[in-house]
Every structure is written in C-alpha cells, then in structure tokens.
C-alpha cells in the first residue's frame, strides 16, 4: 500500500472506475491498470486553475512575498512541468453517481464500472527505483492553496459532483541528484494489479447493447475471475 497521502480517504469506502469496453478488454486479459499522464489529461480534468492570477497567489504562498515581474509565467511553468512528473488513475468515490455513465462512456458506447474498495484497490502499490505511488481525495478549489504535492490532486469546484479519489505515479526518474527537474516525461503508466483480490463487483452500463453483459460473464469464467457482474 502507498505510504503517501495527500488527502486521506477512509480506507473501508467504496470506488468505482467507468472504463468503456475496449479498456476493460484491456485490463481483463492483462491485468494493467493505466495511469494517464496529468499533462495529456483533457483540459477539463487539469481544469485550468493556473493561470496568471493564481500563480501570483501560489508564489506569495510559497516565498510570503508579491509578485514580481515575469513569476506568473515562471510559476505556470513550474506547475506545469511538476504535474508532468505524474500519472493518475482516477475514481469515484463513496456513491455512485448516474452521471459518471454519461460522461465517461458517451453516445451510450458499451462499458462497465468496477467497484472496489480503497483499501483494496491500494494494497496493489508499492514503491520502485523509478517512482512513488500517492494517493487522496481530489479537493474542489478556486484555485487558492495549490502550491506543492496538493497540485496534483486538485479540481475547479464544478467538478465536485465526481468525488474523485486518485493513485498517482511520480516518475522520480525525472530527477537529477540535486532535486531538480530533467525534461518532461509524458508517457501513461501501464500498471499490473491483482484482479481477483480486487474487484469486488463489474457494473455493466444501462444502455449497453445486447448481449453485453453475457459478454462480459464469459469474459470472467474464462479468466477464472468470481466477480459478481449486475446490471445498473
């Protein structure tokens, strides 16, 4: 289990993952779990919250000082370089929510969500040579108190409907022996878990095509996965 946290979840509560149905081929017949680099996430995820007026913000946080001349610019970079060191793989937490259909499996495309636990879903992740895994709740904000690790896991307050939780990847290998930064790495994290001790239950969506769900209950008998698979 990761020893970083940024915001604590309690570890008993439930998650669910929407994935559409070529991502859960994926993951069922590999055992991968994708980080998507926080760099190449839609603008509607990174949200847009550092920008010239916050930045001035997070440098008088950082240094207790005004702006100066140009720190906008340099603090965008630097945000934007820091969050590029990082992979998310992004759930609901606690309830679910009807709306996460619409959004993550558009024009009624077939697909499933995963339901697991927090403590489960994070008893897959240690700590390599080449990264650390964090994890917490994504926290809804105007843009204020955003300097340091917390960047990475922070939302425009109109997002707080999806009550994200998230496991991020740092890549240290980005670093040099100093503590500064080498150039930008922007691959996704391919990530192996352990299925059966993980999901507890496959969700298949509410406008999934016909057969769909069979589909998927094949798909688990052949592997030899017991998760329960419903309806929504």
């Known amino acids: 289990m990761p020893s970083h946290h940024i915001w604590t979840p ?20 590999t055992s991968e779990l994708f980080f998507q680099n926080l760099s190449k996430m839609p603008s509607d995820i990174n949200d847009g919250l550092i920008n010239e007026a916050t930045a001035d913000g997070i440098h ?16 965008i970079n630097f945000c934007d370089s820091f969050r590029s060191k990082f992979c998310a793989s992004c759930w609901r937490y606690d309830t679910f929510d009807e709306k996460i259909w619409d959004k993550y499996l558009p024009n009624n495309i077939d697909g499933v969500a995963i339901m697991t636990t927090v403590q ?13 895994f964090y ?5 809804y ?12 896991c922070i939302k425009a307050k109109e997002f707080s409907w999806e009550n994200e939780f998230r496991v991020l990847w740092q890549d240290t290998s980005a670093f040099t022996n100093d503590g500064n930064y080498l150039k930008k790495k922007e691959k996704p994290l391919r990530y192996r878990i352990d299925l059966q ?9 509410p406008f999934a095509s016909d057969g769909y769900k069979q589909k998927v209950e094949d798909m688990l008998d052949k592997l030899k996965l017991s998760a329960v698979v ?3």
């Not at 309690?10 to 149905?21: E, F, G, K, N, T």
């Not at 489960?120 to 650390?132: A, D, E, M, P, V």
């Not at 994890?135 to 926290?139: I, P, R």
């Open 135 to 139: 994890h917490g709740l994504v926290q």
């Open 197 to 205: 001790s993980t999901i507890d239950e496959i969700i298949v969506s």
């Open 120 to 132: 489960k879903l994070l008893s897959n992740f240690g700590n390599s040579t080449k990264g650390r």
């Open 60 to 75: 008088q946080g950082m240094y207790s000082q005004g702006a100066n001349a140009g720190v906008s610019s340099f603090v």
């Open 230 to 232: 419903s309806a929504a």
């Open 10 to 29: 309690l570890l008993d509560s439930p998650l669910y993952r929407v994935i559409p149905a070529d991502r859960f081929d994926d993951l069922i017949t």
């Open 141 to 152: 904000t105007d843009g204020a108190h955003m300097a340091g690790l917390g960047q990475v």
